[in-house]
Nanobody, 118 residues
Framework: QVQLVESGGGLVQTGGSLTLSCAAS????????MAWYRQAPGKQREFVAR???????NYADSVRGRFTISRDNAKNTVYLQMNSLKPEDTAVYYC????????????WGQGTQVTVSS
């Protein structure tokens, strides 16, 4: 059983910054890719960023250049540094992993709310 616990959400003004953290347990963290998704009210969940076990990183076009994903395998934690935040970044942010040893099974955290005021 993989557990993902997000933290770091909150209320910030336009142009501000936040850093989200996701602590993982229950699997070999370093072997699994980690990702962030978000879901705004009335919209589908969408991809934000992903970091593979080897460090390859992908970003959604909407956040590239403003957000930075990173991982600390010693702490079993993935981070999302968010800069130059916009009101359209307002959403619940979810941590995601795919458990390599379980056939790439997806696991999700409970989500953390990010609200950007205009």
């Amino acid at each position: 059983q993989v557990q993902l616990v997000e933290s770091g959400g909150g209320l910030v003004q336009t142009g501000g910054s936040l850093t989200l953290s996701c602590a993982a347990s229950g699997s070999t963290f370093s072997r699994n890719p980690m990702a962030w998704y978000r879901q705004a009210p009335g919209k589908q969940r969408e991809f934000v960023a992903r970091i593979g076990s080897g460090g390859i990183i992908n970003y959604a076009d909407s956040v590239r250049g403003r957000f930075t994903i990173s991982r600390d395998n010693a702490k079993n934690t993935v981070y999302l540094q968010m800069n130059s935040l916009k009101p359209e970044d307002t959403a619940v942010y979810y941590c995601n992993t795919q458990e390599v040893s379980a056939g790439w099974k997806h696991w999700w955290g409970q989500g953390t709310q990010v609200t950007v005021s205009s």
